[in-house]
Structure formats: structure tokens, C-alpha cells
């Protein structure tokens, strides 16, 4: 199947610094990803749809200006937590879709970043 | 998207069928049934999705209700590897890619 990528895996930084998470499609061209937090014990939450070449879509209530979305190329989409506080700490997940023959679309998701502010 | 429903939790004991149940009552015509579940610490991993038709594949088998309105993931013969959260999800073939993810069912497998 199809093989999304992370990195890093696993970061901890300082609150009020930046941080970059990128999501790479490995061995197929994505048009759109897509990026959810996922906090412990909970359902994956959608932040934003990624789209190639375009401005990201956030849903409600998700900081467009906190959570910057660079989608540059068909393989390669950043998530940018700027200003990070502890209360950003979470599991980020990235996924990339493919186009089924008269079934849709599948999704494929990456391993995810786990984020830790102190 | 139409919402579904699924038990929280259930357990089962290791190299016994699981029948993971999903109901979708509010499901449209051009829904498809998807399948996911995330094991601890990872991504979501794709499991199968169906249509109308019962479906399967080398993780497991999708039935589907003649109305559409429920589903069964089943597992035919459970392995330690297989205790995770599975989420059921419905989206519509010509509708937006997301997928909107419930809160799933925490599957448990006693060895």
C-alpha cells in the first residue's frame, strides 16, 4: 500500500518557539492531506485540509495563524506550530489521499509526530 | 458526513472471530463504508470499505445490512496484533476527501 512519512516522530520544544512537522507521500503524488491532533484517549480531530499549490482549509475553530500549512509540492506537506505552549502538546497525524476508480478516495495516514511543549 | 455509532469498548480472547457492530441509520445512497483502526502510538491504518456489497480482503471481512443502515467489521481469527481502536466512517463518493472520525470501539484481545 501506499506509504506516508513523518518526521520527526517526536519533538520536544520550548514553549513560545516554532515548530516544523513535515508529512511526505513516499511513493505516490498527493493533491490534498490533511493534518488532525489527536490528545490522549481521544478521536483524531481534522485541523486543516491540505491542498498542493493553494492556501490550506481550517476547520472551525482551529488558528489558521498558529498552525501554518505549507502544501509546496505533490509529496510534501508542513505543519507549522508557531508559538507553541504546553497546551499545544498533542499527537499529530498526517494523512494523503489517493484517487479509487469509482470508489472515492482512500486516505493513508502517516505514522504521527508526538509534540511536547515545556 | 452521516454519523455512526459504535460500542466503546470490547474484548475478546485471542484466535476467535470478533464482529465489531457500526450503526449508520442516517446513511445516503452514495455513502461508502470505510474502515479504520489505530493501534497504539500510530497512524490510523486503513482496514476495508464496502458499498452496498459484502466485502473482503486479507485483514478482514465487511458484511453490510440490506439496508444499509449497520454494518459488521469481523475479524476472523483474532491475534494479539489486532487489539487497537476501530473506527467505522462514512463519506460520500462525491463529497469532500476529510474523513471525520467518531470516537471508535477500543478493542481488546486477552492472549
Known amino acids: 500500500g501506499a506509504v506516508v512519512s513523518q518526521h520527526p516522530s517526536r519533538v520536544i520544544c520550548k514553549s513560545g518557539t516554532s515548530v516544523k512537522i513535515e508529512c511526505r507521500s513516499l511513493?505516490?503524488?498527493?493533491?490534498?492531506m490533511f493534518w488532525y491532533r489527536q490528545f490522549p484517549k481521544k478521536s483524531l480531530m481534522l485541523m486543516a485540509t491540505?491542498?498542493?499549490?493553494?492556501?490550506?482549509?481550517?476547520e472551525q475553530g482551529v488558528e489558521k495563524d498558529k498552525f501554518l500549512i505549507n502544501h509546496a509540492s505533490l509529496t510534501l506537506s508542513t505543519l507549522t506550530v508557531t508559538s507553541a505552549h504546553p497546551e499545544d502538546s498533542s499527537f499529530y497525524i498526517c494523512?494523503?489521499?489517493?484517487?479509487?476508480?469509482?470508489?472515492?478516495?482512500?486516505?493513508?495516514f502517516g505514522p504521527g509526530t508526538r509534540l511536547t511543549v515545556t | 458526513d452521516a454519523k455512526t455509532t459504535q460500542p466503546n469498548s470490547m474484548e475478546s480472547n485471542e484466535e476467535e472471530p470478533v464482529h465489531l457492530p457500526c450503526n449508520h441509520s442516517?446513511?445516503?445512497?452514495?455513502?461508502?463504508i470505510h474502515w479504520y483502526r489505530q493501534l497504539p502510538s500510530q497512524g490510523p491504518e486503513y482496514v476495508i470499505h464496502?458499498?452496498?456489497s459484502n466485502v473482503n480482503n486479507r485483514m478482514a471481512s465487511l458484511a453490510i445490512a440490506e439496508d444499509r443502515k449497520s454494518s459488521t467489521l469481523i475479524l476472523h481469527r483474532a491475534t494479539l496484533r489486532d487489539a487497537a481502536v476501530y473506527y467505522c466512517?462514512?463519506?460520500?463518493?462525491?463529497?469532500?476527501?476529510?474523513?471525520?472520525f467518531g470516537q471508535g470501539t477500543r478493542l481488546t484481545i486477552n492472549p
Open positions: 442516517t446513511i445516503s445512497g452514495t455513502d461508502y
Open positions: 464496502g458499498l452496498t
Open positions: 491540505s491542498n498542493e499549490g493553494s492556501k490550506a482549509t481550517y
Open positions: 511513493d505516490f503524488q498527493a493533491t490534498t
Open positions: 466512517i462514512l463519506r460520500d463518493v462525491g463529497g469532500a476527501q476529510k474523513l471525520v
Open positions: 494523512s494523503a489521499t489517493i484517487h479509487l476508480a469509482g470508489a472515492g478516495y482512500e486516505q493513508y
